[in-house]
């Protein structure tokens, strides 16, 4: 008798295009991941929008960076334009706790795109800025719904390293 397996479509709610304000609830380490230019150290930046879906859940986006904060880097161009400054030569070379970024306020442009290889339509953050409120810029007046757990507190998590083996294949 034949063992056969399909692969399960699981179809999620799609973001909102456009402006779009949100709370920054996870900063994930990735560990190691192959690349077209070969292993690199990345992170995922989680972000919790204003806006619900259908069944009042809030969408959930993410954007991967690779762990550098050289000054050609998607990471520190995104997060410098997301605080409205640059880093100090004191903080790059103390390093940038990542984790201090948790809980505030961002405006997310997401874009939607459609990957010919899957056929399907995903939410994608093209830039971060800085959430303004009455032409003033708010870090912490919007809060998180609390319906999401990080990655790190979840009780199948698994450390960089063991993730990294598994996105790889190996």
Same mark, same amino acid.
């Given at each position: 008798m034949a063992l056969i397996i399909k692969e399960e479509i699981i179809e999620y709610p799609l973001a909102p295009d456009g402006l779009q304000d949100a709370?920054?609830?996870d900063v994930v380490d990735l560990g190691e991941l192959d690349t077209p230019?070969? /292993?690199?150290?990345?992170?995922s930046l989680v972000f919790e929008l204003e806006d619900t879906d259908s069944e009042? $859940?809030?969408?959930?986006?993410?954007?991967?960076?690779? $762990?550098s904060m050289n000054i050609k880097?998607?990471?520190r161009?995104?997060? !410098? *334009?997301?605080?409205?400054?640059?880093?100090?030569?004191?903080?790059? !070379? #103390?390093g940038v706790?990542? @984790?201090?970024?948790?809980?505030? #306020?961002?405006?997310?442009f997401i874009s939607?795109?459609?990957?010919? @290889?899957?056929? $399907?339509?995903?939410?994608n953050i093209e830039t971060i800025l800085p959430r303004k409120k009455n032409n003033k810029v708010v870090f912490y007046d919007l809060k998180s719904s609390g319906d999401y757990t990080?990655?790190? !507190? *979840?009780?199948?998590? $698994? @450390? /960089? @390293? !063991?993730?990294?083996q598994h996105v790889n294949g190996a």
């Open positions: 709370v920054l609830v230019w070969g /292993p690199k150290s990345k992170i009042g $859940k809030h969408f959930i986006v993410t954007k991967r960076y690779t $762990k880097s998607n990471l161009s995104d997060l !410098e *334009r997301w605080r409205s400054s640059k880093f100090t030569k004191d903080e790059l !070379e #103390n706790d990542m @984790e201090a970024f948790i809980g505030l #306020n961002a405006t997310l939607h795109n459609e990957s010919e @290889e899957h056929g $399907k339509t995903f939410a990080r990655v790190v !507190e *979840r009780e199948n998590y $698994k @450390e /960089p @390293e !063991e993730y990294a």
